[in-house]
């Protein structure tokens, strides 16, 4: 297994974990917003990125609107709960209390 910031992402990929439309994520790679790709497959037609790649470049502009941690990234693309505004330190409000990646919850789908 390998760590989470070597999580290979795509256009959806990166889509789910910015909150946006892939869409969207197309539009910034025709504009050449976002980072080189980390691979090229299928002949250099597909494009992958690393988590890390994206999670840096997302916080770097001011993307990462979750503030999410690489571990936390990957835990919502497997579809696990993530708080609001969750980092691998904790985050201390008023409202909210303390999260800590050792707090996240599976999503009940039913």
């Not at 290979?8 to 909150?19: R, T």
């Not at 001011?62 to 709960?81: D, H, I, V």
């Amino acid at each position: 297994m390998y760590s989470p910031e070597l999580t290979p992402l795509g256009v959806s990929e990166i889509a789910k974990i910015l909150n946006v439309k892939p869409d969207t994520v197309s539009s910034w790679q025709l504009r050449n917003n976002l980072p080189q790709p980390d691979w090229y497959i299928n002949d250099m037609k597909t494009r992958i990125w690393t988590l890390k790649t994206i999670i840096d470049w997302a916080n770097a502009t001011g993307r990462n609107k979750k503030n999410l941690s690489y571990e936390n990234a990957k835990k919502s693309l497997l579809g696990l709960e993530v708080p609001q505004s969750a980092t691998s330190d904790p985050i201390f409000t008023e409202d909210f209390g303390s999260y800590t990646d050792a707090e996240l919850l599976p999503i009940d789908y039913k």
